[in-house]
């Protein structure tokens, strides 16, 4: 029976000593698979990290490219509704305007009359073009349906082109800076 155990014994030795050296190898390839992981990942990340970088970098400096071109479209774009806005307000100046050359023509026609009935060599005295600008009126049109006209126009093309790559009154925005 000693013998017996004795063997027993034995084989319960071998078989810890190879359970042993198992779980120990397990327990050490988890420690190194633990410890190496991380750098690994790390590793990856920045691998990952240099690819990725450049295209990024180009499509930031496209971006702001894009923004400062799009920041002088909308520059040009409030300055021509501006200039819109100016044109319809200025009707009445156009008015004021005709009326101001239509008495000044009066008033030369007047002069170049009175001057012709003072003078008395007419001929020798008066050149071609106070005689041709005497016989002169000038009828200008009545602005107000122009301008009614291309403002209307105008707003037309702002809402049809909204949101939409603006071709009409595409203007450099380079001029402004």
């Known amino acids: ?7 027993s014994n034995g084989l319960q030795d071998s078989e810890l000593v190879s359970k042993t050296r198992k779980a ?11 410890a190496n992981d991380p ?3 790390f590793y990856r990340i920045q691998e990952h990290v240099r690819k990725v970088i450049q295209p990024i970098l180009d499509k930031r400096l496209e971006v702001i490219h894009l923004q400062n071109n799009l920041q002088g479209h909308c520059y ?16 009445e100046f156009f008015r004021n305007i005709q009326e101001l050359i239509k008495t000044s023509i009066f008033l030369k026609q007047q002069l170049k009359y009175e001057e012709g009935k003072n003078k008395t060599d007419k001929d020798s005295t008066n050149s071609v073009y106070k005689r041709f600008s005497a016989h002169l009126t000038l009828d200008f049109p009545d602005f107000s349906g122009v301008v009614r006209e291309t403002s209307q126009r105008m707003e037309t093309i702002m809402i049809s082109n909204r949101g939409q790559n603006i071709g009409e009154l595409q203007r450099s925005h380079t001029t402004l800076h």
């Open 76 to 91: 040009d774009m409030e300055y021509s509704v501006g200039a819109i806005r100016g044109i319809e307000n200025s009707e």
């Open 1 to 7: 029976m000693w013998q017996i155990a004795k063997k």
């Open 39 to 41: 750098s690994l990942a």
């Open 24 to 34: 120990s190898e397990k327990i050490s390839e988890n420690i190194y698979i633990v």
